[in-house]
């Protein structure tokens, strides 16, 4: 599975982005992870497509959303991010598994086994 992310970029704290993560074929689960500098990798956002159940990280719950992308032909997930704060700036990675992970690995990276690039997301005060 070849997983291409896009959509980052640099904002104003408050505004909003949108990340994609386009998939070569579907996938039973896909998360979003961040590495922010000097700091490990953080588990984000995931949805899963055996029950369309989604999960995130505390800090980002009622700001990000986390959704497949209604353009089925490109097996694309995105992340809608509202209210950014300074403290969302990351390298932002999507993740994929062909089989849906469960319940209780959803977080870990461990359960995604491709990878896309990561896309940049910078906010400013």
């Known amino acids: 599975v070849q997983l291409q992310a896009f959509g980052g970029g640099v904002v104003q704290a408050g505004n909003s982005l949108r990340l994609s993560c386009a998939a070569s074929e579907r996938t039973g689960g896909t998360a979003w992870f961040r590495q922010a500098p000097g700091k490990e990798r953080e588990f984000v956002a995931a949805?899963?497509?055996?029950?369309?159940?989604?999960?995130?990280v505390d800090s980002v719950k009622g700001r990000f959303t986390i959704s497949r992308d209604r353009d089925n032909t490109k097996n694309a997930v995105c992340l809608q991010m509202n209210s950014l704060k300074p403290e969302d700036t990351a390298v932002y990675y999507c993740?994929?598994?062909?089989?849906?992970?469960?319940?209780?690995?959803?977080?870990?990276?461990?359960?995604?086994?491709?990878w896309g690039q990561g896309t940049e997301v910078t906010v400013s005060s």
């Open positions: 949805i899963r497509r055996s029950i369309s159940n989604t999960y995130y």
């Open positions: 993740a994929a598994s062909l089989s849906s992970p469960i319940l209780s690995a959803v977080r870990d990276p461990r359960s995604y086994s491709y």
